[in-house]
């Protein structure tokens, strides 16, 4: 049987080592060659844990290669890593998880594919019809609110919007645009003034809100809490108010015996 042999050869800090060669002691576990099977070609694609909780098992993937940009591939989610890929020194607080894809339907391309090829794949985690989208370069945010600038007869408008799914490229519009309306892509280089004054706006609220003072319960010179004329309202007969207590009104001496208790 045909096939194709690939040596393996560990690069380190020290450098590579050496091919293997014959008559070389080999060691227990040591990896020798690797025998690629053309009939099952995967990809391992690193998903940020930001979006891991999307991707299920199952789900259709379509797969370029960058060697082949003119032949797309399509493939399928075979499994996900329960534990993400140890992190680089550079990037110590990186969470990526491998997920692995399995290329279907290769057919007569399967003998241009090689193992280590560079692949981009796009995962359909949700396929909706019907939906209002724009480019994510027209929508800004501000604050919890989101704008975008439509262009109309009397000039640019800016507008709120409220969005929905996206896929990093085009987002959903819920509400605030219309189909066939035109919007203005990277509205901050032309309105880049408006924006920051809208942006200060919103900080000095925010900041307001943050350091609003509240009201603290005043004490007496005893150290008690002052109650309110409406609690000293709600004493009954025979019940008297603390001492040092302000807003005590005169009561009729003979009504405060009758109403005690012996």
Same mark, same amino acid.
């Given at each position: 049987?045909k096939?194709?042999?690939? &040596?393996?050869?560990?690069?380190s800090?020290?450098g590579?080592?050496?091919?293997?060669?014959e008559?070389?002691?080999?060691?227990?576990?040591?990896?020798?060659i690797?025998?690629?099977?053309?009939? *099952?070609?995967?990809?391992?694609?690193?998903?940020?844990?930001?979006?891991?909780?999307?991707v299920?098992?199952?789900?259709?993937?379509?797969?370029?290669?960058?060697?082949?940009?003119?032949?797309?591939f399509?493939g399928? %989610?075979h +499994?996900?890593?329960?534990?993400?890929? !140890?992190?680089?020194?550079?990037?110590?607080?990186?969470?990526? &998880?491998? %997920?692995?894809?399995?290329?279907?339907?290769?057919g007569?391309?399967?003998?241009? =594919?090689?193992?280590?090829?560079?692949?981009?794949?796009?995962?359909?985690?949700?396929?909706?019809?019907?939906?209002?989208? %724009? +480019?994510?370069q $027209?929508? =800004?945010?501000?604050?919890? #609110?989101?704008? !975008? &600038?439509?262009?109309?007869?009397?000039?640019?408008?800016?507008?709120e919007?409220?969005? /929905?799914?996206?896929n990093?490229?085009?987002?959903?519009?819920?509400?605030g645009?219309?189909?066939?309306?035109?919007?203005?892509?990277?509205?901050? $280089?032309?309105?880049?003034?408006?924006?920051?004054?809208?942006?200060?706006?919103?900080?000095?609220?925010?900041?307001?809100?943050? #350091?609003?003072?509240?009201k #603290?319960?005043?004490?007496?010179?005893?150290?008690?809490?002052?109650?309110?004329?409406?609690?000293?309202?709600?004493?009954?007969? /025979?019940?008297?108010?603390?001492a040092g207590?302000?807003?005590?009104k005169?009561?009729?001496?003979?009504?405060? *015996?009758?109403?005690s208790?012996?």
């Open positions: 049987q096939g194709e042999v690939v &040596y393996f050869v560990k690069s800090r020290r590579a080592e050496n091919a293997i060669e008559g070389t002691i080999v060691r227990e576990r040591q990896a020798i690797k025998l690629p099977d053309f009939t *099952q070609m995967k990809v391992n694609a690193k998903i940020h844990e930001s979006r891991i909780s999307l299920k098992e199952g789900m259709p993937v379509a797969i370029r290669i960058n060697a082949l940009p003119d032949k797309k399509k399928v %989610v +499994s996900i890593s329960p534990v993400p890929v !140890a992190a680089s020194w550079m990037r110590p607080d990186l969470k990526e &998880y491998e %997920v692995e894809i399995e290329i279907q339907g290769v007569k391309g399967k003998e241009q =594919l090689k193992p280590g090829l560079t692949a981009e794949v796009e995962i359909l985690v949700e396929e909706r019809e019907n939906v209002l989208m %724009v +480019s994510m $027209s929508i =800004l945010g501000i604050g919890s #609110k989101q704008y !975008a &600038y439509v262009l109309t007869e009397e000039g640019s408008q800016r507008r919007v409220k969005t /929905g799914k996206t990093n490229e085009v987002v959903e519009i819920l509400d645009i219309n189909e066939g309306e035109e919007v203005v892509l990277n509205p901050r $280089s032309s309105f880049g003034k408006e924006l920051q004054e809208m942006e200060a706006k919103q900080n000095q609220l925010e900041n307001a809100t943050e #350091k609003k003072p509240q #603290k319960a005043r004490r007496n010179k005893k150290g008690q809490r002052k109650k309110s004329l409406k609690n000293k309202k709600r004493l009954g007969p /025979g019940k008297h108010l603390p207590s302000s807003g005590r005169k009561r009729n001496p003979a009504a405060m *015996q009758n109403g208790r012996r």
